[in-house]
């Protein structure tokens, strides 16, 4: 017995984004695809499609991230869904209503689709598992786990930078163990065919069984930088900055952070990425960040563009799951 | 002379909502036949109809209540109208500002509607007498003084489920005395002409002329659910736990929570109604609020398309007037 | 060679709105205009014209401002834009973004016009010389500098009322010292042409350089007002009231606050403006801020329209520098 990923629907299309695992190339790919016939519209006078009208997205958000929670508002919007902001861990949960309830009304209230950032690790799963038929979930970061869309929109500025992903060497820096944008990334990376991908970081912020991953562990910046194609800096977040797992901060950019020196090692035309927010002076020289080799402005316009792209798929497979 | 309620126009076509009190059947019924015809809309792919096109509603909200706030939202987007959300309590009045100068400034902005929720019994009302002849107000929950819309979205799955209002026994069980859902209810179910309501309670939390407004009082849960064709349980509200009014969760549980037992002693096709959020294991056992007879989730359905029909009837009985 | 001012394109139209300083009387006039032409949209039964569809508004507010948020989301809202509200001090910079940095991703999202309001002096000035060629920043409150949507909304409303400015006799009454809408009042009267521009308070609260504005600086009211066609009372800050700056709430009234008595002196046909939230009895008795004279919830509803045109000149202008 085959157990159907629960991200697709019976016709094998997109219907939750939870997770790159498990997700065949080709549903990578379309999303690019989608991403790319989509990203005109933000060229546009009129930067509106009305794909998703009549539709009501739920950002149900238990970590607050204004900036995460402004790209999917946006893109949203830009798709003409209704758009409906949800603090969860300020309202329900204060009344002592379970999630299921909170979920359970919501799709009493014929919501769509949930956007869901949460700082457990699984949770968009577990919501996904429980959702009404009708409903699709899209994962915006769960704990440490998984940060699907931000990986995709990564990868649509890698293809848009280099044209395809093989035979490319990307180096992902910084710590990769609480990093739920790295591990995205990595599966992402290996389905899409990268030759190479290379996780540069302390051996504190490594995970230990990285290298199951198919990705080459390097401690040393300099030496990992070698070559590569595509340089993604991580986000350091400050709150491991108080542990014991790293040193200062000074220290840290003197072994990590990337400089238009330590650029250098990596090849003539490579790429410079980062999530955002950006630590200037802490994982990136400003120098790097604001230089001609950074794509990370590009990455934030893609990523609306991407976000539309995964938003009118998981509900077009509805669409097409009622015509069947 | 016949002061006119306040609550209709010149036509006695509905221009507040404020309560049940004081309104004739036939306006109920209204509202109920409105919200039939325009409880397809959610049911289409585009869920949303032109009839606010253009219109401002403010949601007035001096208390939070993510989810009372949300069911307004979406009823009035449903209806294309523009939706703006202020919390009071965090703004103008902390600037010194008076409640009344808040209202003028509203109104001079051109506003249409005022969907008002307040601690305070009585304050919807205030807020009705106070506006400009172009404004609606909509109670959403005064203090313990009432909820029209609760109880017309509870009149609405009744009919639904029943047919009509006669012949039907109703209980209402827990907190009557701090509940304006209750009072609501009472009045709608009274009016809408069920054969018998029934409340249940502990008798502190009773309140002293209960009697005067057409029900029959119970104590004993188990007796008063004898034969009855709908059972609503109310909310037991955490702060009142920690006063004298009340032993503990699990005694309240023991006497007045609704479990499938107790369910035994209604009629064999009762159904059971909540307000929401629900305390499981306080007010209700779980696997009656899941249950066959649980109509709870379709309470919340329902609730859409009862706040979009009184939404709709009050800024449209304007547009009659000016037509006058 | 001639420094072009930052607030207009090549073709000497609005692009961003800053400040009234430096402003040619046709701007101000074009913005009247517009405004005049605007204003018959909140009359209509449909409030909305489809001048800004698929254009991105973001209210960035680094100091919280329900009140004025909600004229330019309303404004926004009625030219079917849409809308971001976004609170600044409490996401981005607590994750240690730095404020271009948030300024480069908006834009990155293809937002069109960014609303500032500011604690400090300057600001709105220093976004505008900061971002991208086809963003638009409109000043919603910088420190004590300028407010600029608030001066015209005035200048509407007095050329309403009265038909010209010449020649007209404006005295601005109150805490000149720390009011932005003083000063950006000061600035628009005197390029509209009055005959005459009086500046009324203690002198504490007048600023020393104040005459090379071209005003007249009167220390006493019964003075100041003598036969003026239009009273702008300004609102007292409660923190200024904590200083050593004034005595006490009722000792101001007695000197500065405007009665019907005090009112007499002024012409016959005089008008009384203020900015708004009202303290009554302090800058203001409650029988002048409601009376026959009173225009202040005028000033609320043209805030709308003034805004509208503001927001449609601001973005229109890059539409025309691109046909260019």
Redesign the interface.
């Known amino acids: 017995m085959i157990r159907r990923n629960i991200q697709l629907n019976e016709q094998g299309r997109l219907r939750h984004f939870l997770t790159i695992e498990g997700l065949k190339r080709q549903v990578l790919v379309d999303i690019l695809d989608t991403a790319e016939s989509l990203s005109g519209v933000?060229?546009?006078?009129?930067?509106?499609v009305p794909l998703l009208?009549?539709?009501?997205i739920v950002n149900l958000f238990f970590e607050?991230s204004?900036?995460t929670r402004?790209?999917f508002?946006?893109a949203a919007?830009?798709l003409s869904a209704?758009v409906?902001n949800?603090?969860i861990s300020?309202?329900?949960t204060k009344?002592?209503?379970?999630l299921l309830?909170t979920l359970?009304?919501l799709?009493?209230?014929?919501?769509d689709m949930f956007v869901v950032r949460h700082a457990d690790s699984g949770s968009a799963h577990f919501i996904a598992n429980h959702v009404a038929p009708h409903i699709s979930v899209v994962n915006a970061g769960d704990g440490s786990h998984a940060h699907p869309t931000q990986a995709m929109l990564d990868m649509f500025t890698i293809r848009r930078a280099k044209g395809d992903f093989y035979p490319l060497t990307v180096a992902i820096v910084g710590d990769i163990m609480h990093s739920r944008v790295a591990r995205s990334q990595i599966h992402a990376l290996t389905t899409l065919g990268v030759t190479e991908v290379r996780v540069i970081g302390p051996k504190t912020l490594m995970p230990k069984d990285v290298e199951a991953l198919g990705v080459h562990v390097f401690h040393d910046l300099d030496e990992g930088l070698r070559d590569v194609d595509v340089v993604i800096m991580l986000r350091l977040q400050?709150e491991r900055m108080q542990g014991e797992l790293l040193p200062s901060e000074h220290e840290y950019f003197q072994l990590y952070g990337l400089t238009q020196e330590r650029l250098e090692r990596a090849k003539p035309d490579a790429i410079v990425m980062h999530p955002?927010?950006?630590?200037?002076g802490v994982e990136i020289e400003s120098g790097v960040a604001d230089g001609p080799r950074s794509v990370i402005?590009?990455q934030?316009?893609h990523?609306?563009a991407v976000r539309m792209a995964v938003m009118s798929m998981c509900l077009g497979s509805h669409?097409e799951g009622a015509a069947a």
Chains 1, 2, 3 share one sequence.
């Open positions: 933000t060229d546009q006078t009129v930067k509106k009208r009549g539709k009501t607050a204004t900036r402004t790209t508002e946006l919007k830009r209704d409906l949800l603090n300020a309202s329900a009344k002592g209503e379970t309830d359970r009304n799709e009493a209230m014929h919501c400050n955002g927010p950006i630590n200037r402005l590009q934030v316009t990523g609306i669409a």
